[in-house]
């Protein structure tokens, strides 16, 4: 059980955080049909739960770093919608001011870093933001979040090797949604329960209900104290699934329909939804008032979005190096 108690808050907390993620990723894609959006897009539909349980645990100063299917995570660390929607267009405005796009969302006033599209090279990141949080002396911890397909890289098992040497407060996070980019998690690794990756170097590693944010919260909390103790870290392999395909560019032929459908029905917002009603913590017209607040959020932040400027071409020069006078930079 969680040492942070599960309350009415909590729950009408779930369902505004999860439906704030779905409706803003059904218009994401929506954009990106239109080609208002570019290059790759990878939606987090149908996975919202591995977050907003997460959520209820971690405090702000703690961080979070993740692969490329980042969009819900900047919404969940705080980073507002409008800059996150700006970011997707390519606009000044965005919280990597344009550059980064869809795949490489950054937020360091929210401790958000990242938004990475090298596969699994998140993983030893996570560990280095962890060091440094125990190298200054505080209690901060990261979550490192991965897919299942990133855990078949090398980068991994050295990671889990010095994570577990030195203690770092770190919870590394697998997301299996069961196919990576297409190919199932069956026909790629001869351990298919995942978390047992973490066992032999003595990290406490545990499957979770990734469908249900009560699991995740009881999971994430037990692993987050243990990280602020100095006992080292959790991996934790949250089952969930996707609604959608691995990107928008994905025919989805490697799954069934009925296999999808059986999925839809354990969606999350549902459940928590079901959930809130059964306990009488919010009535109909509460449910209409959310509704329409995130359906404002997203609209305002697409009209932020289509309104802010292109970044000037002098940008293709700043944010590469620390040094601002850095001498190999020419014109």
Known sequence: MSSIEITKDTYLMWYESMLLMRKFEEKTGQLYGQQKIRGFCHLYIGQEAVLAGAMSVIRHEDSMITAYRDHAHALAKGTHPNAIMAEMYGKATGCSKGKGGSMHMFDKENHFYGGHGIVGGQIPMGAGVAFAEKYKGTDNVNIAYMGDGAVRQGALTETFNMAAL??????????????????????????????????????????????????????????VSRARRGEGPTFLEMRTYRFKGHSMSDPQKYRTKEELESYKAKDPIEVVKLAIQKEGYANDQWFEEIDAKIKAQVDEAVKFAEESPWPEASELYTDVYVQQDYPYIRD
């Not at 203690?167 to 996070?173: A, Y």
């Not at 995942?194 to 699991?215: C, E, F, N, R, T």
Request: charged share 15%; proline share 9%.
């Open 166 to 223: 030195w203690k770092l407060p770190v919870i590394f996070v697998c997301e299996n949604n069961g196919y990576a980019m297409g190919t199932s998690v069956e026909r790629t690794t001869i351990q298919t329960d995942i978390y047992k990756l973490g066992l032999p170097y003595g990290i406490p590693s545990s499957p979770v209900d990734g469908m249900d944010p009560v699991a995740v919260h009881n999971a994430m909390d037990e692993a």
